[in-house]
């Protein structure tokens, strides 16, 4: 896209067209001024610029790291802590007290996410949504966690309780998928408090889980779980 786009006269005809051009435009010119300040020394001065430039909402007790790509329209961090290396790219993001997101972690194409006290997005995880629709949201509860590697769709809501923690490595939790006529089928997930979920498990659309359930490692959760309990989606099976 060239600038000029972003200065085309507005009539009846092309306002939609200048609109989108100008959001776009406006949208790179913040990633840019985001990264310059990423590159300052010292996280005080960073909340400064960020607060002062960017119009964020970020408390002095916080940890800002550096070279972070922080894009948000409304962003509100309260003594929580970003490490080095991410991607987030939201219209609405709330940080709150003891909340972390450690390092090398994407967060992009989000409408809006919540994480609350103690909540802790670990390193190297992916959180994306489907083109900042209003409904693309992760919400985690008290305590929740994400450890390593873990792929979260959020095209619809996810939701999860206090104390959910999705262990190891390589969960991926998908809010969305295809019928045969290639239709997209989209539905919410949410998840009820103290859950954990074993390494590399699936966890698909349209599927609640209540409190106090422990999912093993490997497990494909495609239906609901409305008792608690542990659960694994498969037998290991002795063949002739």
């Known amino acids: 896209m060239h600038l000029k786009n972003a200065y085309i006269p507005i009539t009846d005809n092309n306002y939609a067209t200048y609109t989108i051009y100008n959001c776009l435009y406006m949208s790179k010119l913040k990633k840019t001024v985001s990264l310059v300040i990423s590159l ?7 909340i400064f610029l960020y607060n002062n430039i960017l119009g964020y909402n970020i408390s002095y007790k916080s940890n800002i790291g550096f070279f972070n790509l922080i894009c948000c329209k409304h962003c509100i961090i309260k003594n ?3 490490g080095n290396f991410n991607y987030i790219d939201t219209k609405e993001f709330f940080l709150d007290e003891g909340a972390k997101i450690t390092y090398m972690n994407k967060i992009c194409y989000m409408h809006s996410v919540v994480m609350n006290r103690g909540s802790h997005i670990n390193r190297r995880n992916h959180v994306i ?5 209003e ?4 919400i985690m509860g008290d305590n929740s966690l994400f450890t390593v590697s873990h792929h979260i769709d959020c095209t619809s809501t996810v939701t999860l309780g206090h104390d ?9 939790i998908w809010t969305h998928g295809f019928d045969v ?5 989209v539905k919410d997930i949410t998840i009820g408090d103290n859950v954990y979920i074993g390494s590399a498990s699936f966890v698909l659309g349209g599927v609640r889980i209540t409190d106090k359930v422990s999912i093993g490692a490997g497990t494909i959760v495609s239906k609901s779980i409305t008792t608690p309990g542990f659960y ?4 290991l099976i002795k063949k002739k």
């Open 232 to 235: 694994v989606s498969s037998e």
């Open 80 to 82: 929580g802590i970003i």
């Open 129 to 133: 949504g489907f083109e900042y629709n």
């Open 40 to 46: 300052f020394p010292f996280s005080r001065i960073r």
């Open 164 to 172: 959910v923690v999705f262990g190891g490595n390589c969960s991926q």
């Open 135 to 138: 409904n693309s949201k992760l």
């Open 181 to 185: 006529y290639r239709n997209m089928i």
